[in-house]
């Protein structure tokens, strides 16, 4: 395997019966890359997960990880954070994390400093006496995320980490994200909301029913789908946009989700098509439309031989979006 190669994954298959669960994917996540791994419940992100920390074994293929045919031989330098959690449920929270730090190779009297930082980054500080079993579901997310990265691993695989967090919570978890890569981690993190992979990654594989869509960094993905459109809400919500579509360059003016679309011709300077827009229709908010990882994402999908209805889709991504909020 190449050195600027974390994972590595040539032609992987694998099936559970008749159910192909992943279907001859090819996967290469660079040393230092940020990568969001996405796609709806059920697409195969689990199962290819589980291949690269060899939890599972392919049908055929090849699994390469850190220089190693299998993340086993190293297991001290990778970081997982499964989609299953699982704490020692009757341990109290510091001997947990003192356990997990020493199998990752830790140990030292600054253990317990690590420890009680890392739980205080994270929003738990004191909680070092508490139970596992007394912790809400997301405690023990935040304890579980703090066994993964508390030995500084060089690589980190996350599967839904955000899953049972609410929003404060989520947002202190993104940083840390970053504050990880920015220390020279190497992160790959799955997740089905996609609004998700759009703030943190800067590189998103998508796949649908094991197959890999697209492989892209996301500013070539905003590139190869820019839907030529700008977003415009006018001052007055009264006021007359007819005038809009007298705009040279303009194809056409579309009721969107907040406010107006304004449709651009090919070719089209999107900042000159603003300013015309502005001197036309004094605006409250005027800016460029930038594709969603979801309408390209269905786009895709929708677009093949399967003929799956797009609506049915969106429905079903926006469902498991609302689903992997706490109540």
Same mark, same amino acid.
């Given at each position: 395997?190449?050195?600027? /190669?974390?994972?590595?994954?040539?032609? $992987?298959?694998?099936?559970?019966?008749?159910?192909?669960?992943?279907?001859?994917?090819?996967?290469?996540?660079?040393?230092?890359?940020?990568?969001?791994?996405?796609?709806?419940? %059920?697409?195969?992100?689990?199962?290819?997960?589980?291949? +690269?920390?060899?939890?599972?074994?392919?049908?055929? %293929?090849?699994?390469?990880?850190?220089?190693?045919?299998?993340?086993?031989?190293?297991?001290?330098?990778?970081?997982?954070?499964?989609?299953?959690?699982? *704490?020692?449920?009757?341990?109290?929270?510091?001997?947990? @994390?003192?356990?997990?730090?020493? *199998?990752?190779? @830790?140990?030292?009297?600054?253990?317990?400093?690590?420890?009680? !930082?890392?739980?205080?980054?994270?929003?738990?500080?004191?909680?070092?006496?508490?139970?596992?079993?007394?912790?809400?579901?997301?405690?023990?997310?935040? =304890?579980?995320?703090?066994?993964?990265?508390?030995?500084?691993?060089?690589?980190?695989?996350? &599967?839904?980490?955000?899953?049972?967090?609410?929003?404060?919570?989520?947002? =202190?978890?993104?940083?840390?994200?970053?504050?990880?890569?920015?220390?020279?981690?190497?992160?790959?993190?799955?997740?089905?909301?996609?609004?998700?992979?759009?703030? +943190?990654?800067?590189?998103?594989?998508?796949?649908?029913? !094991?197959?890999?869509?697209?492989?892209?960094?996301?500013?070539? +993905?905003?590139?190869?789908? &820019?839907?030529?459109?700008?977003?415009?809400?006018?001052?007055?919500?009264?006021?007359?946009?007819?005038?809009?579509?007298?705009?040279?360059?303009?194809? %056409? =003016?579309?009721? %969107?989700?907040?406010?107006?679309?304004?449709?651009?011709?090919?070719?089209?300077?999107?900042?000159? =098509?603003?300013?015309?827009?502005?001197?036309?229709?004094?605006?409250?908010? $005027?800016?460029?439309?930038?594709?969603? *990882?979801?309408?390209?994402?269905?786009?895709?999908?929708?677009?093949?031989?399967?003929?799956?209805? /797009?609506?049915?889709?969106? /429905?079903?991504?926006?469902?498991?979006?609302?689903? !992997?909020?706490?109540?």
């Amino acid at each position: 395997m190449a050195t600027d /190669a974390a994972i590595r994954l040539k032609g $992987v298959t694998k099936a559970f019966g008749e159910m192909q669960a992943v279907d001859s994917l090819d996967l290469e996540v660079p040393v230092g890359g940020l990568y969001g791994f996405i796609g709806p419940n %059920g697409a195969g992100k689990t199962t290819s997960i589980r291949m +690269i920390m060899s939890i599972l074994f392919p049908d055929s %293929g090849e699994v390469a990880v850190l220089g190693q045919a299998s993340a086993l031989d190293a297991k001290d330098r990778i970081g997982y954070l499964p989609e299953e959690r699982g *704490l020692y449920r009757k341990m109290k929270v510091r001997p947990f @994390l003192r356990y997990v730090a020493r *199998l990752k190779g @830790l140990h030292g009297s600054d253990l317990d400093r690590r420890i009680a !930082g890392w739980l205080a980054r994270v929003g738990l500080a004191g909680i070092e006496s508490k139970r596992c079993d007394e912790l809400s579901k997301g405690m023990s997310q935040k =304890v579980q995320f703090v066994s993964a990265v508390i030995h500084e691993p060089d690589l980190l695989i996350l &599967d839904e980490p955000f899953s049972g967090l609410d929003p404060v919570s989520m947002r =202190v978890l993104r940083d840390l994200i970053l504050a990880e890569h920015a220390r020279g981690t190497t992160i790959l993190f799955s997740t089905h909301v996609m609004p998700q992979a759009e703030e +943190i990654c800067e590189h998103v594989i998508m796949i649908h029913k !094991g197959r890999k869509v697209l492989d892209e960094s996301v500013p070539a +993905i905003r590139n190869r789908f &820019d839907p030529r459109a700008i977003q415009f809400e006018p001052l007055d919500p009264g006021a007359d946009t007819g005038a809009l579509t007298s705009i040279p360059d303009v194809e %056409g =003016v579309t009721d %969107g989700e907040r406010g107006l679309e304004v449709l651009l011709r090919d070719g089209t300077d999107p900042v000159a =098509v603003m300013r015309s827009v502005m001197d036309a229709v004094p605006a409250a908010r $005027v800016e460029l439309s930038r594709p969603r *990882l979801e309408d390209v994402f269905i786009g895709l999908v929708t677009d093949s031989a399967s003929g799956e209805d /797009a609506q049915h889709l969106r /429905a079903e991504l926006q469902d498991a979006e609302h689903s !992997g909020t706490p109540q």
